[in-house]
């Protein structure tokens, strides 16, 4: 199915683990971000790619890891999960232009024990 | 600094009246694109309407249309004879380029509650 999809749903870890949210999207679009979604903070940009093998940081880019090998793909890790990165996490692609809007999965739930 | 400021966390309105979401932001881009989304009690994020820097007209969608007044920096969304579906949280967003990489950026979002 055409969209985009983030894998797992719903995560429970313990911290100090190494933990990998993934995100597969099929329109080829150029861009891709993460955000992790916090009571009070909105939606806050973690990190954002603008095409395969360029990646940038964010407003809250510390303790995570991305990469982009491949245009369809955006895994995002949490080298070392920690409590406060316990959150809702987005992933979301565009296509180029300030003028085009932002596709967004489902979501990840993810909780550092 | 902030990018996106929305200054009220929570709303609430009586069915069929209008309601005004307030955002404002800030950048020294000539060029850059102003989004809001709905985000109902289910999580998934809904694209409701666009507004370019350079667009003279105040764009519309249905009940949707927003307030763009750009030397004042704001975009606020007005949301016409509300209706209880509307209940949901409502993130205004800029996309602006950053030494050549676009970025789109959120604000906390104003929780909007209709009432019968």
């Known amino acids: 199915d055409a969209g985009i999809t983030q894998s797992p749903r719903y995560k429970i870890t313990e911290t100090g683990r190494q933990v990998t949210l993934m995100c597969h999207q099929t329109?080829?679009?150029?861009?891709m971000f993460w955000y992790r979604q916090d009571l009070g903070h909105g939606l806050r940009l973690i990190y954002y790619?603008?095409?395969?093998?360029?990646?940038d940081k964010g407003e809250v880019p510390d303790g995570y890891v991305v990469s982009r090998s491949k245009t369809e793909n955006f895994p995002l890790t949490l080298e070392s999960a920690t409590r406060s990165q316990t959150s809702v996490y987005f992933c979301?692609?565009?296509?180029?232009?300030?003028?085009?809007?932002?596709?967004f999965g489902q979501g990840t739930r993810l909780t550092v024990v | 600094a902030q990018k996106i400021t929305q200054t009220q966390p929570g709303m609430f309105v009586q069915e069929k009246e209008a309601v005004t979401l307030d955002c404002t932001y800030d950048?020294?881009?000539?060029?850059?694109?102003l989004f809001w989304y709905k985000q109902p009690s289910s999580g998934e994020m809904i694209f409701l309407i666009y507004?370019?820097?350079?667009?003279?007209q105040n764009a519309t969608e249905g009940r949707y249309s927003l307030n763009f007044q750009k030397a004042r920096k704001s975009a606020n969304l007005v949301i016409s004879a509300s209706q209880l579906g509307d209940s949901a949280m409502y993130f205004c967003a800029m996309r602006e380029n950053v030494f050549g990489n676009e970025k789109l950026t959120f604000g906390t979002g104003t929780r909007l509650t209709i009432i019968p």
């Open positions: 329109w080829s679009h150029s861009y």
């Open positions: 950048t020294s881009d000539q060029s850059y694109g």
């Open positions: 507004q370019g820097s350079y667009d003279e």
């Open positions: 790619s603008a095409a395969a093998d360029i990646t």
């Open positions: 979301a692609s565009s296509e180029w232009g300030t003028n085009t809007e932002a596709f």
